[in-house]
């Protein structure tokens, strides 16, 4: 008997609670919609003109079709509610109605604008799961909402043309921008896919692996840009990068900075006037080298050189990031993960200037002054090199003390310097800093406790 209750609510839970329930139960969106075998699917030839619209990738046609369909949006979004809410704004944007009775069981949503002009025109908006079909239609309305039906059963039984699955891939996508320009500056922003994927922008919607989109700049103060994008198979997502507009005169750019060429390949110090740097221990011999031998050139080094500028931009107050054109990245495969050094040398505000660094990691700073000081010209400090907001001390979320962006230290000393280990050496003033991002250390490691 106990036996037989025991069978009788296991087979009431089975009943209950189905297998593999809560799988089922996973929403299955649209992962992405192959446009050409779309299209052939549709019944609709292909286009001739491509644009990024607000809903999807916009594909035009130039000449009369015989389905009275004249252009065509498709748009995959990560999830179905970004899809409603996008597809609410398209909708309420165009003025579009619900459909009605007679186009019940097509889409999740499917609206309709008033027609227009002889032939009469309308748009067609259907919303299935997470993807949104736009037509723009030119004819007889009932022919357009057959047109909706056959999109809608694509998007419903095609795996092969839109696949299904948990979620909608989206191409990693990053922005290169300046952190601060100048009021009224026609700035490039630069793009780049990864794993050598081609995407869509507003810019340019032929599908590349990168390029630039233009912006200019209207208003002082910081602002997020955000860039709308599109995956070769009509994934929408978009992109957003901060930038602070500055005026001209308070710009970098303004410094009256020149390069700072030197006779060698290295910067050689000694204590004192009568030293013999050649005779000191090895481990005595201080230098320093920008110009290693494992450098290596860099193909895309304008996008190294602008991620070394904001990560200078981060630590730096204005008037210490350099121009452009005066940092140099390269390679630095001595490193494992194949990292990317710069280095810049220039002379600016009486001073002579080496920074050096890892991006992303770590940049050392070196600067020096004449000994003694020319009249009117003060020894350099931290507070004059280093932005407020980097030597204030904030609280992270756990209350712990912390920097905003990276850790430093600085040192100031006297030595004598000279651009070949023989000489000539001249006194100088020096302001060494050290600065580690954030990414670079763990004080949660065990070592540390």
Same mark, same amino acid.
């Given at each position: 008997?106990?036996?037989?209750?025991?069978?009788?609510?296991?087979?009431?839970? #089975?009943?209950?609670?189905?297998?593999?329930?809560?799988?089922? %139960?996973?929403?299955?969106?649209?992962?992405?919609?192959?446009?050409?075998?779309?299209?052939?699917?549709?019944?609709?030839?292909?286009?001739?003109?491509? @644009?990024? $619209?607000?809903?999807?990738? /916009?594909?035009?046609?130039?000449?009369?079709? %015989?389905?009275? @369909?004249?252009?065509?949006?498709?748009?995959?979004?990560?999830?179905?509610?970004?899809?409603?809410?996008?597809?609410?704004?398209?909708?309420?944007?165009?003025?579009?109605?619900?459909?009605?009775?007679?186009?019940?069981?097509?889409?999740?949503?499917?609206?309709?604008?008033?027609?227009?002009?002889?032939?009469?025109?309308?748009?067609?908006?259907?919303?299935?799961?997470?993807?949104?079909?736009?037509?723009?239609?030119?004819?007889?309305?009932?022919?357009?909402?057959?047109?909706?039906?056959?999109?809608?059963?694509?998007?419903?039984?095609?795996?092969?043309?839109?696949?299904?699955?948990? /979620?909608?891939?989206?191409?990693?996508?990053?922005?290169?921008?300046?952190?601060?320009?100048?009021?009224?500056?026609?700035?490039?922003?630069?793009?780049?896919?990864?794993?050598?994927?081609?995407?869509?922008?507003?810019?340019?919607?032929?599908?590349?692996?990168?390029?630039?989109?233009?912006?200019?700049?209207?208003?002082?103060?910081?602002?997020? #840009?955000?860039?709308?994008?599109?995956?070769?198979?009509?994934?929408?997502?978009?992109?957003?990068?901060?930038?602070?507009?500055? @005026?001209?005169? !308070?710009?970098?750019?303004?410094?009256?900075?020149?390069?700072? *060429?030197?006779?060698? !390949?290295?910067?050689?110090?000694?204590?004192?006037?009568?030293?013999?740097?050649?005779?000191?221990?090895?481990?005595?011999?201080?230098?320093?080298?920008?110009?290693?031998?494992?450098?290596?050139?860099?193909?895309?080094?304008?996008?190294?050189?602008?991620?070394?500028?904001?990560?200078?931009? *981060?630590?730096?107050?204005?008037?210490?990031?350099?121009?452009?054109?005066?940092?140099?990245?390269?390679?630095?495969?001595?490193?494992?993960?194949?990292?990317?050094?710069?280095?810049?040398?220039?002379?600016?505000?009486?001073?002579?200037?080496?920074?050096?660094? +890892?991006?992303?990691?770590?940049?050392?700073?070196?600067?020096?002054?004449?000994?003694?000081?020319?009249?009117?010209?003060?020894?350099?400090?931290? /507070?004059?090199?280093?932005?407020?907001?980097?030597?204030?001390?904030?609280?992270?979320?756990?209350?712990?003390?912390?920097?905003?962006? %990276? $850790?430093?230290?600085?040192?100031?000393?006297?030595?004598?310097?000279?651009?070949?280990?023989?000489?000539?050496? *001249?006194?100088?003033?020096?302001? +060494?800093?050290?600065?580690?991002?954030?990414?670079?250390?763990?004080?949660?490691?065990?070592?540390?406790?």
């Amino acid at each position: 008997m106990a036996t037989g209750i025991v069978a009788a609510l296991l087979s009431c839970c #089975l009943a209950v609670f189905p297998p593999h329930a809560e799988a089922d %139960a996973q929403p299955q969106l649209i992962t992405g919609i192959d446009t050409q075998p779309f299209f052939a699917e549709i019944g609709w030839s292909p286009p001739a003109d491509v @644009a990024i $619209g607000s809903v999807g990738v /916009e594909y035009t046609s130039k000449i009369a079709r %015989a389905s009275g @369909a004249k252009s065509v949006s498709i748009g995959v979004f990560p999830s179905t509610d970004a899809a409603v809410a996008a597809c609410d704004r398209h909708i309420a944007q165009v003025r579009a109605a619900p459909a009605g009775e007679g186009a019940a069981g097509t889409g999740d949503q499917l609206a309709c604008t008033a027609a227009y002009g002889d032939p009469p025109r309308q748009t067609i908006v259907l919303r299935r799961a997470n993807a949104i079909v736009t037509v723009s239609w030119e004819g007889d309305r009932e022919q357009g909402l057959e047109f909706a039906r056959k999109v809608d059963q694509t998007l419903r039984a095609s795996d092969g043309i839109c696949p299904k699955g948990p /979620e909608a891939p989206l191409v990693e996508v990053e922005l290169i921008a300046p952190k601060i320009v100048a009021l009224g500056a026609l700035t490039q922003i630069r793009y780049r896919a990864k794993d050598g994927m081609s995407v869509r922008t507003e810019a340019d919607a032929a599908l590349r692996p990168g390029g630039e989109i233009s912006y200019r700049a209207a208003e002082l103060g910081e602002h997020t #840009l955000r860039f709308q994008f599109a995956s070769s198979r009509n994934v929408m997502f978009a992109k957003s990068v901060t930038l602070t507009v500055a @005026a001209p005169e !308070d710009l970098p750019a303004t410094v009256n900075a020149q390069a700072w *060429e030197w006779p060698g !390949d290295a910067l050689y110090f000694i204590n004192a006037a009568d030293q013999d740097w050649s005779a000191a221990p090895e481990d005595q011999r201080e230098t320093l080298t920008p110009h290693e031998q494992h450098l290596a050139s860099l193909t895309d080094e304008d996008d190294w050189r602008q991620r070394a500028l904001n990560d200078l931009s *981060e630590i730096l107050q204005p008037r210490w990031v350099p121009a452009p054109e005066l940092v140099h990245a390269r390679g630095y495969h001595a490193r494992p993960g194949n990292d990317t050094a710069y280095y810049a040398t220039f002379t600016s505000q009486g001073c002579n200037v080496l920074y050096m660094g +890892l991006v992303g990691r770590q940049v050392l700073i070196y600067i020096e002054q004449p000994d003694p000081l020319p009249d009117g010209q003060q020894l350099l400090t931290a /507070e004059d090199l280093v932005r407020d907001d980097v030597l204030s001390v904030v609280k992270s979320d756990t209350g712990e003390e912390a920097y905003p962006r %990276a $850790g430093f230290m600085v040192r100031t000393f006297h030595r004598y310097r000279a651009f070949k280990a023989e000489g000539p050496y *001249e006194p100088v003033n020096i302001l +060494l800093a050290r600065f580690r991002f954030a990414e670079e250390t763990n004080l949660r490691f065990p070592g540390y406790q």
